[in-house]
């Protein structure tokens, strides 16, 4: 009888050191699958936060180069008030030098023309802002609405030369033409931003 108790008691030795192994295995089994539960986790919090960040990168790209197309706009805008203004009074002072040459300039054409010269820097900032975004055609469309701005501007001081009413509407439809060919072009812009 004492083999038999014996080999009950190795049976549950052996059936003990079994349990054991089953325990150790199970232990590392439930580490393994947490591990890989948190790696997972990271890599799809590390992809997520990836893209977050990089839309919102856009996003503020887009908010820039938005706000930099309406400032451009405007200042366009305030310049080209500024300059149909000086048109008018100078187109009109040159009309009445026609039929008057011992007219002299009026005072509120000279005042019309200092805001005219301080405006150019207006012009000037949005070719800067606009070579600075990148947008070269944007800043050479500014270029040549400043131009042809110059043109009429030395055309008109010029008394020596005669400058008739076809002239004057002839400079008008060039310019409101420029304008309108650089909005488009802005507009362009804005819809590929």
Request: hydrophobic share 40%.
């Amino acid at each position: 009888m004492s083999i038999e108790i014996e080999d009950l008691f190795n049976f549950n030795n052996y059936y003990s050191s079994i349990g054991n192994i089953m325990t150790w295995i199970e232990v590392v089994d439930s580490a393994v699958k947490i591990g890989l539960g948190a790696l997972i986790a990271g890599i799809i919090a590390f992809l997520l936060s990836s893209t977050q960040h990089r839309n919102e990168l856009k996003k503020s790209k887009v908010e820039r180069e938005f706000e930099m197309l309406k400032e451009v706009a405007e200042k366009v805008e305030n310049f080209n008030h500024i300059t149909l203004r000086y048109w008018a009074l100078s187109s009109d002072w040159r009309r009445r030098l026609i039929l008057d040459s011992s007219i002299e300039k009026p005072n509120e054409l000279s005042v019309t023309q200092n805001e005219f010269f301080d405006s150019f820097k207006e012009l000037t900032k949005s070719e800067s802002l606009l070579l600075l975004f990148g947008y070269k055609d944007a800043s050479v469309q500014v270029r040549e609405y400043g131009d042809l701005i110059k043109d009429f501007y030395n055309r008109v001081k010029d008394t020596n030369k005669p400058f008739e009413i076809s002239d004057a509407t002839s400079y008008r439809e060039s310019m409101i033409n420029k304008r309108s060919e650089l909005f488009n072009l802005l507009n362009d812009i804005y819809k590929t931003i």
